[in-house]
């Protein structure tokens, strides 16, 4: 998981930048193809912003969920309806 954000908060920094991490040590990080090669701390300094806009990514769907179902309740619909509309909306 750590190495998906390190190449995350490395694309933040630079977002033309190509790179590859071996087992979760920063240490080992290879760029590739003359990428400039970015500082340790600078991308640790990244990695909080990284899990922030996931956790607020992550939290703006839990939000836009229950939206739906207040605005789908506000036009009268039950929660089965919700329900069955939610699995035929998958397909």
């Known amino acids: 998981m750590l ?5 995350e908060a490395i694309k933040k920094i630079n ?7 071996t087992d979760e040590d920063l240490n080992t990080i290879r760029w590739e193809n003359g990428t400039t090669p970015i500082s340790i701390a600078d991308i640790q300094a990244q990695i909080p912003v990284v899990e922030q806009e996931a956790a607020d990514a992550a939290a703006k769907k839990i939000a836009d969920k229950e939206s739906a179902n207040a605005k789908l309740k506000a036009l009268g619909l039950t929660d089965d309806e919700i329900e069955a509309f939610r699995s035929w909306a998958v397909y």
């Open 3 to 7: 190495i998906n954000k390190v190449l």
């Open 15 to 21: 977002p033309d930048a190509q790179a590859s991490i």
